[in-house]
Nanobody, 123 residues
Framework: QVQLVESGGGLVQPGGSLRLSCAAS????????MGWYRQAPGNQRELVAT???????NYADSVKGRFTISRDNAKNTAYLQMNSLKPEDTAVHYC?????????????????WGQGTQVTVSS
């Protein structure tokens, strides 16, 4: 019902910048949270940043001050501006969208993921 398509990944040098985009389509509710997660080989998927439809943000400690998440609600698109990139930022980055609806008297959370885009930081 919701499709997420990431773009913008690639290879950059340490200290460089990259901007990821995530375009959402389908049955998107006006109130939702979009975010970015990443997973390196052998590691668990971890939160990078989230942003609500109201603009509230949350960042992992490891990226605070370096990354900025934003969104364009009219376009149903989220962005992740990544500055001062480090080799440890290397991972597959996944876009995420969560929205809630009431069903049979209870609130249900709908969770969607994109296909992922590779970010590699290396000299």
């Amino acid at each position: 019902q919701v499709q997420l398509v990431e773009s913008g990944g690639g290879l950059v040098q340490p200290g460089g910048s990259l901007r990821l985009s995530c375009a959402a389509s389908g049955s998107i509710f006006s109130i939702n949270t979009m975010g970015w997660y990443r997973q390196a080989p052998g590691n668990q998927r971890e939160l990078v940043a989230t942003i609500t439809s109201g603009g509230s943000t949350n960042y992992a400690d490891s990226v605070k001050g370096r990354f900025t998440i934003s969104r364009d609600n009219a376009k149903n698109t989220a962005y992740l501006q990544m500055n001062s990139l480090k080799p440890e930022d290397t991972a597959v980055h996944y876009c995420n969208l969560v929205q809630k609806s009431i069903w049979n008297g209870v609130w249900r959370s709908q969770n969607y993921w994109g296909q992922g885009t590779q970010v590699t930081v290396s000299s």
